[in-house]
């Protein structure tokens, strides 16, 4: 079989993995923007979800996930990824990932919406940091890598027929080069920097999304943004408290002490996280702003005073840094933008409609996650959809982008306009969280819209090209917001407050530097264009 170069961009689980299967055939590059272990990925806190418990069942967990992905999620993903999850779970304990253990198993432990407690966790609440460290060691000791590390990924190169060659990066020192490569994947996480809230790290920016679309990669479902219901906020930091957390009997308090979520929805604390996110949200509202409380002091009486050093030592860590102490007050809390369910369209080999170019983890929407995440389910998206990205690659498959989309054009002007105002990033942010947040509404987002597509980034640093890329992507979730004109999973429309009959998918992609939205034939566009081996 030929070998090839193969360029990966971003180093959390989905590149790193992706990086360790495709070198055993090929000469890999891992091109990242920070150093290698920066990523979501090492801020995981909660745990893993996989069946690996005989009590458990890979049909409940897809019956989970299909739950609270409100109708939209690819039935063939969801599939792929709860049965293959089990043993690419074996493969990251080969590696080395120590997962906790209780009584010589396993420890379980349970999320929100999940039917059984199939959550792994790793160091207590440092599960993505435990993984990411072993799949940092395990990249640094293999063959066949070359690891460019403080390496910024500026586009995508492609050839006359459009199909992807190479990748346009900034180096270390501040040169521009293109790096020529037989397929490229992203593999660059998520956007959370969209938003003035965030739980996720700085390098969160959403270049590889943004460097799709101006490649004119189709995406999809870029409406659909889940906040986290439980950050820390103070003095302008955001920390996330997980949902392990209230899966372990902590509670919600408003500001007279009183819970207030079993009167919001019957699993109160452990409802889907848009629900508890609006709920906060609301009750906020109720009370000026003012954050709620997270109670785990229950879980102190019931399990002893060390309990919660123990068990999540790294949010214990965090609160007891910013001067609190949890294992005796409630502690406040709001929630935060926290994950992408939409982002560069892809079949279940993570190939895109560009010709060589593949996207894996949180930059990809393999319809996985339909409109809402299950906890605990991206990572292992992302490992999952990345080892089958390295087994296409592997078996000298040749991929020449999948099937395009019915367009009926909704335009969004990509390039600035003469005219246009500066904007800087904090701006962007507000802007998103005020008008695309966890509540939207059809006027507000038409303003923010207008307001971003005469707006332009000045500068040429990389967080200037980071905050014009997040304007771009800005400008793509809320014209896809705009034409959801219903509230379904994480979207909530208090213009268009229920769910729609009819269910489709939104597909935009960039033409003409515009962009353009689909909705996609009635039946699901990403299982019918996914074709099996
Ligand atoms: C605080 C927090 C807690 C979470 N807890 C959980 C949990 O318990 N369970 C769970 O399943 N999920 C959790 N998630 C979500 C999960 O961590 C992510 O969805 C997942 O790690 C994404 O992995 P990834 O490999 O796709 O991307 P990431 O881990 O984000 O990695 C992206 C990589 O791309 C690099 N990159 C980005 N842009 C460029 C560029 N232009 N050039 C070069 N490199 C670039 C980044 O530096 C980074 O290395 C959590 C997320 C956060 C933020």
């Known amino acids: 079989m030929i070998r090839k170069h193969i360029v990966i961009v971003g180093s959390g689980i989905a590149g790193l993995i992706a990086a360790l299967e495709i070198a055993r055939q090929h000469d890999v590059t891992l091109v990242t923007k920070s150093e290698l272990a920066e990523s979501n990925t090492r801020w995981a806190q ?8 005989p009590d458990d069942s890979v049909a409940e967990h897809i019956a989970d996930t299909l739950r609270v992905g409100a109708g939209l999620c690819n039935a063939e993903a969801v599939e792929v990824l709860c049965s293959e999850g089990p043993a690419r779970i074996r493969d990251l304990i080969r590696i080395g990932v120590q997962f906790d253990q209780r009584n010589g198993e396993l420890a379980k432990g349970l999320e929100a919406a999940h039917s059984y407690p199939r959550i792994l966790h790793a160091g ?50 501040r040169n521009e080069r293109t790096m020529r490569a037989n397929a490229v994947v992203l593999a660059s996480g998520g956007a959370g920097q969209l938003y003035l809230h965030t739980t ?8 590889g999304t943004a460097m799709a679309l101006r490649a004119s990669a189709v995406l999809a479902d870029m409406e659909f943004y889940q906040f986290h219901p439980t950050a820390l906020t103070m003095d302008g930091n955001t920390f996330l ?39 906060i949200a609301r009750q906020m509202a109720m009370q000026g702003g003012a954050p709620v409380m997270l109670d785990a002091t229950l879980l102190v009486a019931k399990n002893g005073a060390d309990f919660l050093a123990q068990r999540f030592p790294t949010i214990d860590a965090a609160v007891r840094h910013r001067g609190l102490d ?23 080999w993570g ?33 999952v959809f990345a080892w089958r990205c390295a087994a296409f690659l592997n078996e000298g498959r040749e991929h020449d982008g999948l099937p395009g989309l019915t367009e009926r054009p909704l335009p969004v002007p990509l390039e600035a306009t003469p005219t246009a105002q500066r904007i800087d990033r904090t701006t962007l942010q507000t802007l998103m969280w005020n008008a695309a947040g966890i509540e939207r509404n059809g006027v507000t987002l038409q303003q923010a819209l207008s307001q971003l597509q005469n707006s332009r980034v000045l500068g040429a640093s990389i967080a200037d090209l980071e905050t014009r890329n997040l304007l771009q992507l800005a400008s793509v979730l809320m ?42 034939p009635n039946q699901n566009p990403l299982t019918a264009s996914s074709s099996p081996r």
């Open 46 to 53: 909660g745990g893993i979800a996989a069946v690996m418990f």
């Open 124 to 173: 207590g609440d440092a599960t993505g940091l435990s993984i990411e460290l072993a799949l940092v060691h395990a990249v640094r000791s293999a063959k066949n890598i070359t690891v460019l590390e403080h390496t910024f990924a500026n586009d995508l190169r492609l050839d006359a027929q459009g199909r992807v060659n190479g990748l346009e990066i900034i180096d270390p020192q």
């Open 200 to 207: 996720n790290p700085s390098v969160a920016t959403g270049d």
């Open 241 to 279: 408290i997980s949902e392990a957390v209230r899966g372990d009997g902590a509670v919600l308090l408003d500001a007279n002490g009183r819970r207030f979520m079993q009167h919001i929805d019957p699993a109160a604390e452990l409802a889907p996280r848009d629900i508890v996110a609006r709920g």
């Open 326 to 348: 949890w294992s005796r007050d409630p502690i406040p809390v709001t929630p935060a933008a926290h994950y992408w369910m939409g982002g560069v369209r892809t079949d279940i």
């Open 351 to 383: 190939r895109t409609s560009i010709p060589n170019l593949f996207a894996i983890g949180e930059v990809a929407c393999t319809g996985v996650h339909g409109a809402n995440r299950l906890a605990s389910n991206s990572l292992l998206e992302s490992l």
């Open 479 to 520: 014209t896809a917001s705009l034409a959801r004109e219903e509230s379904r999973g994480a979207q909530y429309r208090d213009d268009y407050p229920e769910r729609s009959t009819s269910l489709q998918h939104s597909l935009l992609y960039a033409k003409n530097s515009e962009v353009s939205w689909s909705p996609g």
